[in-house]
């Protein structure tokens, strides 16, 4: 169903190979595990589009967006030379992590399978989030090898128009801008109405962002996001900036297309949910903590014990630190929203924030205690954690399964919908736009 990351950058390889006219491949840089970062280029227009695939890896329905993209414009004079732009498409910025989401690629796609071989890097392993911030208020310059590769692309290309290929999990799609024109975040809905994909209407990963548009967000600046993230935690400065706002200075327009994997009906249900929004906030907030409390415990009691390196374990870490600033984001939109009724869609949002976080956590925990007893690390403590997560993460995934549409979405449509969107952008920015 989707591609591996060797099947992604064979088709790339291949589309250069076949259109050396109009396409060429270059290495930008180098994985962390020595995987060569690749990049194709598409044309010879003055100005430049930078799309990048997989900045988180468990969200690769980029990779083959990439693909269908790139493939449009090579065949497409007029979305070349006709705006006046380059396109230039980095296949997969995190081989190294979409390797260990891969035995979920092949499908039947399921919440279980996917969360049984799920894996999300650390923010401190994102290339996504580790661009330097220099603000004294939330320094950060810890970047990654992938992250420097995007950067030096950056500075050379100083793009018109970046793209981050994002999915979500659940519901239809939101957008975020870091500015825009006037126009531009109707357009996407537009997009997206074209598209049958019903808007995401309540915030998950942008509760308290400001909206250019209905489901289309503006990001904040650096030191917002970063100081957010921290929230609850303890932990000053847990990542750095993002690639968009790296590129804004060069005045780059960035947009990120969050589409879902599966489908709800309740995504863009504007309805009276019957509860507060206030208490839909609260109540969420405490299933967080309540999770996390559970899952802290038991990675508290294995933790002496795990000797395997995997990068679960910083990635678990993680995720229960963002179940605390999750939590505390509510906590603090709670107290700051006027007393109104919680939309159909917003209580919806707030439900799949806590199933998310608890079958990421819990699964990746379980990865690594796999790892452990593979390599023959299986002491009794160790097996005893295993049954008690086993039967977490069971209870879990029925919950969720009971709760959640487990409909997804047909690829081709999310491809189409993120393929139609960058184009809604770049024929904003091009010279006659």
Same mark, same amino acid.
């Given at each position: ?21 109009? %396409? ?16 194709? #280029? ?6 430049? =589009? ?41 296949? %997969? ?12 690629? =092949? ?5 279980? &399978?996917?969360? !049984? ?77 074209? $598209?049958?994909?019903?808007? #995401? ?10 909206? =250019? ?11 917002? &996001? ?40 309740? =995504?863009?249900?504007? #309805?009276? #949910? ?44 993680? $995720? ?15 107290? &700051? ?40 690390? $299986? ?21 969720? !399964? ?15 919908? $993120? ?12 010279? %006659?736009?």
């Amino acid at each position: 169903m989707i591609p591996t990351v060797d099947q992604v950058v064979s088709e790339v390889e291949k589309l250069a190979a076949d259109l050396p006219e109009v %396409c060429r491949t270059r290495r930008i840089g180098t994985s962390r595990l020595g995987e060569p970062l690749r990049m194709l #280029s598409v044309g010879h227009g003055a100005r430049n =589009a930078l799309v990048v695939g997989c900045p988180h890896p468990n969200e690769p329905i980029g990779l083959l967006t990439v693909l269908a993209l790139a493939k449009r414009v090579a065949a497409t004079p007029g979305l070349r030379e006709g705006l006046d732009f380059s396109w230039h498409f980095v296949p %997969c910025i995190d081989p190294d992590g979409t390797r260990l989401n891969e035995g979920w690629f =092949a499908g039947p796609l399921t919440i279980r &399978s996917y969360h !049984e071989n799920f894996y999300r890097p650390a923010y401190v392993d994102q290339p996504e989030w580790t661009f330097p911030v220099l603000d004294e208020r939330a320094f950060f310059d810890r970047t990654l090898p992938e992250t420097q590769a995007l950067a030096r692309v950056i500075d050379e290309l100083r793009p018109r128009f970046q793209y981050s290929l994002h999915n979500a999990d659940f519901g239809g799609v939101f957008f975020i801008l870091n500015g825009g024109q006037p126009g531009m975040a109707e357009d996407l809905g537009v997009v997206a109405a074209e $598209q049958a994909v019903p808007l #995401s209407l309540g915030p998950v990963d942008t509760l308290g962002w400001e909206t =250019a548009a209905p489901a289309v967000y503006l990001m904040p600046p650096a030191e917002t &996001s970063i100081e957010a993230a921290a929230r609850g935690t303890g932990d000053p400065v847990r990542h750095g900036g993002s690639s968009a706002h790296y590129a804004e200075r060069y005045g780059t327009t960035t947009l990120i297309t969050e589409v879902a994997v599966w489908h709800d009906r309740r =995504a863009d249900d504007v #309805s009276d #949910s019957g509860r507060s929004y206030a208490d839909s906030l609260r109540h969420a907030a405490t299933e967080l903590r309540d999770d996390r409390a559970v899952l802290s415990e038991l990675y508290e009691e294995i933790r002496p014990r795990l000797v395997v390196p995997s990068p679960m374990r910083t990635s678990i870490a993680d $995720q229960l630190a963002t179940a605390a600033s999750a939590a505390a984001a509510n906590d603090m939109m709670a107290e &700051s929203t006027p007393p109104r009724p919680a939309t159909v869609a917003e209580e919806f949002a707030t439900s799949t924030v806590v199933h998310m976080l608890r079958l990421r956590a819990s699964g990746m925990l379980r990865r690594q205690l796999a790892v452990e007893h593979a390599a023959g690390n $299986q002491p009794p403590e160790s097996r005893a954690v295993k049954r008690h997560l086993d039967e977490l993460f069971d209870t879990w995934c029925a919950a969720a !399964e009971s709760e959640l549409s487990q409909d997804p979405f047909p690829v081709r449509q999310l491809v189409s919908l $993120q393929a139609e969107a960058a184009l809604a952008v770049v024929r904003r920015l091009a010279p %006659c736009g």
